[in-house]
């Protein structure tokens, strides 16, 4: 939704700007238009893995018929469209029932000897004016600017249905089909069936997109729907990016804008384009559009996280600072009563226990460990020595048998506490913890992890993927901030230290009270390393439905009546 409303609001303030020039919002139309034949294409060979080299027959079909309705059967332009799409379907499903049985280079010859063999025969049917065309169609509106606002929304419904269709469960089989139809059949996905809807699908858009350029140009003829039209369609999907719902946009502008812009000069423009096609290729080799992504993540977002860095750390604060060995800790209270400690995880802060803070009968503690939000940041980077810093500042506050609790790597660090100092802690309280052998990351999710450190588009979408049933987005938000703060060397080091700690030995140490609260959807912490952590400290489970990686943030008041009978419990 967001894409599809950006694209309307920033074409239409495009428009506005030019809405003088007709003859650039007709270009500008004429972009949307092949934008959205690529955007089918992109269904077909970006999504499901089908090359197509006929794709403009698909528009040929869309334009004549609209046209022929309008001129001789004088059918309104806007019913018009029904006819289109179920006429585009059908003969997306009839090219679809023998390419069913083909793949790769046998699909494409296919495809394009039926757009040869529809490009043909239009030219011979004198009813469609032969190989002179159409001339003087009927235009949706008088001005170009309507028009062109028209294409525009067109196009921007089309994206967000397919942003719909890529998430639904087809969109899916789509995708397992372009990866490996031997593995979707093996997982009871019908290839054929997959590739008859993304056909049709595929069909349906270019078919829309002819109809547009029918009653936006008023004139069609059958070369307008050449094989070149068809390559240049494929050229658009690779350039612009493959399986991204923007890519046919970006290549469309290169593919058709670009003849427009080099109109008055004398340089062949088959060798500009052939020189971006290998340049793109070598450089850019999933798309521009994938291209400008990762510039973004790894470069763009830098100075606007450093001016939120700068504004955030200096913001006012509620808590206190503690001076330990040299390092400040900031760290924030809440009630009195029993000492509670809580501990937060990785990208994390004080914040996280924002909404569980306030228990009855108890005070709480929430400190940023070192390296994290407000307080200092250090040198080594390893879950006993932020173990160490914590109960030094337990020591210096002069609590006694506290309550602690950890959440994710916060949770590795009250097992050292409790394990190493166990006079210290009389219940603990783990929150989707890592097990008591560390928690292992992938080596190839470790370019990913540097990479959160200068986008904070990531890092909230890394967030809010451990929380996945929170709505509560002004926290999130505040959350991200606080992560932007942490260390930088933390947030691949951390991931390091999680993998480098053992506590199997030491947990035999501790003979207090061990609660272990588990997310039924955490796709961090298994049950498996619930478990393990239960059966070895004879501790109890238990699995909230429903919740991703932090009950404290995803259902404070389950976690606070949780608490509360944990800890009154008798031992």
């Known amino acids: 939704m967001k894409t599809a409303l950006y694209t309307l609001i920033i074409g239409s303030l495009l428009g506005l700007l030019f809405i003088s020039k007709s003859f ?13 034949a690529a955007l089918g294409l992109n269904v077909i060979f970006g999504y499901t893995g089908q090359i197509s080299i006929g794709h403009a027959a698909f528009m040929a079909i869309g334009a004549y018929t609209s046209a022929f309705f309008t001129m001789s059967l004088n059918m309104p332009i806007f019913v018009n469209l029904i006819f289109v799409i179920l006429f585009s379907a059908l003969f997306g499903m009839l090219i679809a029932l023998p390419a069913m049985r083909l793949k790769g280079f046998y699909l494409a010859i296919a495809t394009m000897a039926f757009g040869i063999a529809v490009q043909e025969i239009i030219a011979s049917m004198e009813v469609f004016g032969g190989r002179t065309g159409m001339r003087n169609i009927p235009a949706f509106f008088d001005s170009d600017f309507y028009t062109y606002l028209l294409n525009l929304f067109f196009y921007s419904l089309l994206v967000y249905i397919t942003s719909l269709i890529v998430k639904s469960p087809a969109g899916k089989r789509f995708n397992m089909v372009r990866d490996s139809e031997l593995a979707a059949r093996a997982f009871g996905v019908k290839i054929a069936k997959a590739k008859l809807q993304a056909f049709i699908i595929s069909s349906i858009y270019s078919g829309i997109a002819g109809f547009l350029y029918a009653h936006t140009l008023g004139y069609i003829s059958p070369a307008d729907f050449g094989l070149n039209v068809s390559l240049n369609l494929l050229a658009m999907v690779i350039v612009g990016g493959v399986a991204s719902l923007n890519g046919g946009l970006i290549g469309s502008v290169i593919i058709t804008g670009m003849p427009f812009l080099f109109s008055r000069s004398n340089f062949p423009m088959t060798i500009i384009v052939g020189s971006l096609l290998i340049i793109f290729v070598l450089f850019f080799p999933r798309g521009l559009s994938y291209g400008l992504k990762m510039l973004y993540f790894r470069y763009f977002e830098i100075p606007v996280i450093w001016i939120i860095k700068k504004f955030w750390k200096n913001k006012k604060k509620e808590g206190s600072y503690i001076n330990i060995d040299g390092v400040k800790l900031y760290y924030e209270v809440s009630g009195e009563g029993k000492p509670v400690v809580m501990i ?21 503690y929430t400190p940023d460990l070192p390296n994290f939000g407000y307080s200092d940041w250090m040198k080594e980077i390893q879950i006993d020595t932020y173990a160490e810093y914590t109960k030094k500042f337990i020591d210096l506050l002069g609590l006694n048998k506290v309550v602690l609790v950890g959440h994710s790597l916060g949770g590795a660090v009250a097992m050292s506490i409790a394990f190493r100092y166990p006079e210290k802690v009389e219940k603990l309280i783990l929150v989707d913890s890592p097990s008591l052998k560390g928690l292992k990351t992938p080596e190839e999710n470790y370019y990913v992890l540097n990479l959160l450190k200068n986008n904070r588009t990531l890092l909230k979408n890394s967030l809010k993927a451990m929380v996945p049933s929170s709505r509560d987005r002004k926290l999130l938000n505040c959350l991200t901030n606080d992560a932007l703060l942490m260390n930088p ?52 489970l238990e699995i909230i439905p429903d919740v991703g990686h932090s009950i404290i943030i995803e259902e404070p008041k389950a976690f606070i009546d949780i608490f509360k009978s944990f800890t009154l419990e008798k031992n």
Do not use: P, Q
Request: glycine share 6%.
């Open 489 to 540: 060397k933390c947030f691949t080091e951390n991931a390091r230290a999680l993998e480098n700690y053992n506590y199997e030995e030491i947990s035999k140490n501790y003979i207090g009270e061990i609660l272990f609260i588990l997310g039924e959807k955490d796709t961090l912490i298994t049950k498996n390393m619930a478990d393990e952590v239960v059966r070895s400290t004879n501790g109890k």
């Open 344 to 364: 937060h995880g990785n990208y994390a802060s004080h914040r996280w226990f924002e909404k569980v803070k306030n228990i009855e009968g108890f005070k709480v």
């Open 24 to 36: 650039l919002l007709l270009v500008f139309s004429n972009i949307i238009i092949f934008a959205i």
